[in-house]
């Protein structure tokens, strides 16, 4: 044998040697692909379970005409409105947009004339959220007030004291 004949065998082994690493190669690449995308999906499964466990149930039929009796109290019950949207000023420039939320707690026979009156009462309420400031959200003092000055605009606008206290349910500032 002359020496080309070995390397053209050497060569020809080498390509052998290189296709079978090759394919080693890109075989367990594609195992590791699979395993990161079983690893992915079963972390996503277990969240989806997680949220759905521990998120609580609402019913989003009618938002403004949830009545559920409290469980501190046998005689009142609350009611929720839908959340406010809404931008608010701010002393350095730019505007921040709020979403509010606010449960009434009251007597659970007044809850016919909220519901009469609710178009009015949202109005008057949207339109004394956007007069306020940035401020007035963030600091838990003037948010007291806040709540004390809705439930006043709401007992006037009906005539008589039927809302007890104003809760916040939720607040997002950005």
């Given at each position: ?8 065998k050497t060569r020809a082994k080498n390509r052998v040697k290189a ?47 949830k009545m559920q009796p409290s469980g501190t109290e046998k005689h ?99």
């Amino acid at each position: 044998m002359n020496s080309e004949e070995i390397s053209t065998k050497t060569r020809a082994k080498n390509r052998v040697k290189a296709r079978q690493s090759k394919g080693a190669k890109i075989t367990l690449a594609a195992l590791v692909r699979k395993r990161i995308f079983q690893a992915v999906m079963f972390a996503g499964g277990v969240l989806c379970v997680f949220l759905l466990v521990w998120t609580p149930r609402q019913d989003h039929s009618n938002p403004d005409a949830k009545m559920q009796p409290s469980g501190t109290e046998k005689h009142s019950a609350e009611y929720f409105l839908s959340p406010f949207f809404f931008p608010v000023a701010r002393k350095g420039g730019k505007d921040r947009l709020v979403r509010i939320q606010f449960a009434l707690k009251l007597m659970p026979e007044h809850a016919e004339k909220i519901e009469k009156n609710l178009t009015q009462l949202r109005s008057l309420l949207f339109k004394r959220l956007q007069i306020k400031k940035v401020e007035d959200f963030r600091d838990l003092q003037r948010l007291s007030a806040l709540r004390r000055e809705i439930q006043e605009v709401v007992n006037q606008r009906l005539g008589e004291s039927i809302v007890e206290k104003v809760l916040v349910t939720q607040l997002l500032v950005f």
